[in-house]
């Protein structure tokens, strides 16, 4: 199975958020947040909503590279994702946050006041925005 993490070209005023040619694994190792991050991983644990604030569905995801992330996909914006399974596929693209434990990928929404990259969850042939 081949993964691969590509950072997207944006305007230059959205260009201080992104690493050219990054991958999740890089920013992990450099500490690196506000990254955008394109990828796809397996499905390998599924958590509780955290519905405090805003709520956000929640489930970790194993990379190709073996590190695992946490999407955290803002369901008072976008969709559920309907009939998530561990053992599912994911491709996303959002913000990536670092901690100490792989890392956490947001944003994977629409930003309804237009400041942020819109992202997005896809499952199942379906996009979730």
């Given at each position: 199975?081949?993964?691969?993490?590509?950072?997207?070209?944006?305007?230059?005023?959205?260009?201080?958020?992104?690493?050219?040619?990054?991958?999740?694994?890089?920013?992990?190792?450099?500490?690196?947040?506000?990254?955008?991050?394109?990828?796809?991983?397996?499905?390998?644990?599924?958590?509780?909503?955290?519905?405090?604030?805003?709520?956000?569905?929640?489930?970790?995801?194993?990379?190709?590279?073996?590190?695992t992330v946490l999407i955290a996909h803002n369901i008072d914006l976008a969709p559920r994702v309907a009939s998530l399974e561990e053992?599912?596929?994911?491709?996303?693209?959002?913000?990536?946050?670092?901690?100490?434990?792989?890392?956490?990928?947001?944003?994977?929404?629409?930003?309804?006041?237009?400041?942020?990259?819109?992202?997005?969850?896809?499952?199942?042939?379906?996009?979730?925005?």
């Amino acid at each position: 199975m081949l993964i691969s993490f590509t950072s997207l070209q944006v305007s230059s005023s959205q260009s201080s958020s992104l690493i050219k040619s990054t991958s999740i694994t890089h920013a992990f190792i450099e500490h690196r947040s506000d990254v955008q991050v394109k990828g796809r991983g397996e499905v390998v644990t599924i958590l509780k909503d955290d519905n405090t604030g805003s709520r956000h569905q929640k489930f970790i995801l194993k990379l190709a590279s073996g590190q695992t992330v946490l999407i955290a996909h803002n369901i008072d914006l976008a969709p559920r994702v309907a009939s998530l399974e561990e053992g599912d596929f994911i491709e996303f693209y959002g913000e990536y946050e670092w901690n100490k434990k792989g890392g956490v990928v947001h944003w994977t929404h629409r930003d309804p006041k237009g400041n942020h990259i819109h992202g997005w969850l896809k499952h199942n042939g379906k996009t979730y925005q």
